[in-house]
């Protein structure tokens, strides 16, 4: 048009064209053009001036907008809106509430647009008691309940944490979309109704990838991965295409069950359906195969991620340091700072637990340490655990129960256990029996803790005390919860518990078990292995 010269562009052009480069994220032609209007001297239209900052708000230059609609004398709702939405895009609800006060100041009237970008800053920085103050306002002041600005209310609550409103809100449309069914199934799902949320989720009468996705992600969140996988086999069932969201979460299931022909069969997957690996998803088959007992794999994996990231190197660290490869976790947390990397709690937990693993004491003291002198993290619960473990394993009991005492925050039954388990092992009956009255209290009908304490006291010859302490667990009433197991074989995943008898081939098992039994007992091993085990 601008080449022909015949036609020169107007008040109507700009706005099509800026919203075109809004839509491809075009910025460098959008300033192009802003310079071209600029010249022009169309910003004075008040149209072209909304589609300006709009396409400054979508290409994500939500300052350059602000900077523009500041200088302007002329500004609509639409241009209050823009804003004020563009800051809640841009994960910055702070300002776009604070501009939202300015614009009520001007005595410029909300409408259900604006409402919208309110809620969702509630949402953002999850402050429930404004998000009920707007939705009280939007009642009050006859805003338009559209199903957009009722989605953004049901968000608002259950991401603030209150489910009950946003129930009654979603139950009370008349007309709901997709996102609609999606919000309200991820919030079943937060609040632990998973078998509501999949009640929900096949009476929806279309669902997405996005829907499937919510379920899928929310059974892993859940520990639920046997779930997520037989979601997934009903997803390709119905056609539906997954993306990269859909098989990280896959991902994470096989790693907490530890089914690797089923991780290896989703990385075939993703090759075979050209998937993009991303850091995301490399990052957590890096992580399926370290957790699934395939360490090279693993390895193979992480060296051809494009633009490894931290989270990426936190999961190679973990891997290695759970396979018993201390020395390479260790190497592999010191290259990651090496190259500007910054480690985050989670790093130091990997290396921790690789100094715990090989008896790196003094490696693990100055790793505890960096955390904060270094790096500014405060230790949790976590760190202090992997600390304690380190210690008591090292024989340097007293060294740990005096960590545990300096902790600024309350010993959890994990950490105690690890001090415990070093008394035990060390014979330090002394620390021992403090350790156990603190596991007591915590936790007086873990009927695990009895049984430890009970076998310390039998392993220092204090028979006496053993016997007692399992009269106390008889008369508080505390039975020993019996284990559970689970093992992939063929691609499924079988879960067993001590003396079950549900499994259909249960016979052969147990026929198996006892020629094992007499196989153990012909080399040496007492005959109560078969009783623990039957």
Known sequence: MLRNGESKPNNYTHPFVLKACSQLSLIRTGFQILVHVLHLGFDSNIFVHNAMIHMLVMCKEVEVARALFEESCMRDLVSWNTVINGYVRSGKPNEALKLFREMRVANVE?????????????????????????????????????????????????????LQPAEKMFNNMKKKTMVSWTTMLVGYAKFGFLDTAR??????????????????????????????????????????????????????????????????????YIDKHKISLNVTLGTALVDMYAKCGNITKALQVFREIPGRNSLTWTAMI?????????????????????????????????????????????????????????????????????????????????????????????????????????????????????????????????????????????????????????????????????????????????EFVVRDKSHPRSQEIYLCLMQLTKQLELVGYSSCVSETFL
């Open 110 to 162: 909300p409408d259900e647009v604006t409402m919208i970008g309110v809620v969702s800053s509630c949402a953002q920085i999850e402050d429930l008691s404004l998000g009920r103050e707007f939705h009280r306002y939007i009642e009050e002041n006859g805003v338009k309940f559209t199903v957009p600005l009722c989605n953004a209310i049901m968000d608002m609550y259950i991401k603030c944490g209150s």
């Open 199 to 268: 009640k929900l989720f096949d009476e929806m009468p279309e669902r997405d990838f996005v829907s499937w996705n919510a379920l899928i992600s929310s059974y892993v969140q859940s520990d639920r991965g046997r779930d997520a996988l037989a979601l997934f086999n009903e997803m390709q069932a119905m056609d539906i295409e997954p993306n990269q969201v859909t098989m990280v979460s896959l991902l994470t299931a096989c790693s907490q069950l530890g089914a690797l022909n089923i991780g290896e069969w989703i990385h075939n």
């Open 318 to 494: 973990h891997g290695l340091a759970l396979h018993g490869h201390a020395k390479d976790a260790i190497c592999y947390f010191l290259e990651m700072i090496n190259i500007g990397l910054v480690p985050d709690e989670v790093t130091f937990i990997g290396v921790l637990s690789a100094c715990c693993h090989t008896g790196f004491v003094n490696e693990g003291r100055q790793f505890f340490s960096q955390m904060s002198s270094k790096f500014n993290i405060s230790p949790k619960m976590k760190h202090y655990s992997c600390m304690v473990d380190l210690l008591g394993k090292a024989g340097l009991v007293e060294e740990a129960e005096k960590l545990v005492n300096s902790m600024p925050i309350e010993p959890d039954s994990v950490i105690l256990g690890a001090l415990f388990f070093a008394c035990r092992n060390h014979g330090n009956v002394a620390i021992g029996e403090r350790v156990a009255a603190k596991l007591l209290e915590l936790d007086p009908y873990d009927a695990g803790n009895y049984v430890q304490i009970a076998n310390m006291y039998l392993e220092a010859n204090m028979r006496e005390n053993s016997e007692k302490l399992r009269l106390m667990m008889k008369q508080r009433g505390v039975d020993k919860t019996p284990g559970c197991s689970s093992i992939e074989v063929n691609g499924n995943v079988h």
